[in-house]
Nanobody, 124 residues
Framework: QVQLVESGGGLVQAGGSLRLSCAGSGRTFSLYAMGWFRQAPGKEREFVAAISWTGGHTYYSDSVKGRFTISRDNAKNTVYLQMNSLKPEDTAVYYC?????????????????WGQGTQVTVST
């Protein structure tokens, strides 16, 4: 069983930055890729970013590429999402998820454990 707990969300003005953290439990955390997804009101959950088990490979959605950075610290069982140049359209609940494999996909079905989410609100 894996538990994931997100933190770091909040209210920020457009152009600002936030850093999300996702703390995972379990000794196998470092063996799997991790991802971040988000869900805005009235919309489906969408892929944001993913990182391979070693951190050597990262993937981003086109909407956040160049503004967001995903990273991980396996010694701390934690994955991060640094979000810069935030826009109002980034407003959503952000979820971290553990992938089913060492290399991640971009689809919900590629992930088997999810956190409860943290709210990010970007004001104009």
């Amino acid at each position: 069983q894996v538990q994931l707990v997100e933190s770091g969300g909040g209210l920020v003005q457009a152009g600002g930055s936030l850093r999300l953290s996702c703390a995972g439990s379990g000794r196998t955390f470092s063996l799997y890729a991790m991802g971040w997804f988000r869900q805005a009101p009235g919309k489906e959950r969408e892929f944001v970013a993913a990182i391979s088990w070693t951190g050597g490979h990262t993937y981003y959605s086109d909407s956040v590429k160049g503004r967001f950075t995903i990273s991980r610290d396996n010694a701390k069982n934690t994955v991060y999402l640094q979000m810069n140049s935030l826009k109002p359209e980034d407003t959503a609940v952000y979820y971290c998820a553990k992938a089913r494999a060492a290399i991640s996909g971009r689809n919900n079905v590629d992930y088997d454990y999810w956190g409860q989410g943290t709210q990010v609100t970007v004001s104009t």
